[in-house]
């Protein structure tokens, strides 16, 4: 048996590709619903994190420029103090962020979120560029940041899953 050629274009890489992690997940809820789970803190705190994670919020204030600083409780009991300065939102296709351990931190990284509609379900995309390729490395390799994401990314689809079902029992 032959095999057929895709004709589809090969993917440029990016200048960013080597500091870069990509994590995408498909949630069955309208994108509204989904985009709305990062606009208001009340929501923020029922997914944010991994698993084992809670959040606590010290202010938040979601538009361009505004920010979030929050506690990231871990299982072990450790706190990670986190600050996060919304740079652009544009409702409800994509977030952009910076994301540090406070204002200014040097070694903050920023996201790209997009949400994009399949069908009834939508595709969302985190889309990471961290300063060096070595900090990205370390948050690879210490922090598990690709489980985290996934983990984090599965917690807002089971959180927003939930919203949607509720929302049409009404």
Known sequence: MGTTK??????????TADREIVISRVIGAPREL??????????LSQWWG????????????????????FVMH?????DYQEWIRWADIAPPERIALRHGEVRDDPNAFT???TF???????RIEMRTVFPTRELRDEAVDRYHAIEGGQQTLGHLA???TGLAEQNQGR
């Open 6 to 15: 895709s004709e589809a274009p090969a993917p440029v890489p990016s200048g």
């Open 34 to 43: 989904v985009f709305e789970a990062f606009s208001e803190v009340r929501h």
């Open 50 to 69: 991994p698993e084992g994670f809670t959040t606590t919020t010290r202010a938040f204030a979601f538009c361009a420029g505004g920010e979030w600083d």
């Open 74 to 78: 871990g299982p072990d009991g450790t």
């Open 111 to 113: 996201s790209l979120l």
């Open 116 to 122: 994009v509609p399949e069908g009834l379900a939508t």
């Open 158 to 160: 089971a959180y927003v």
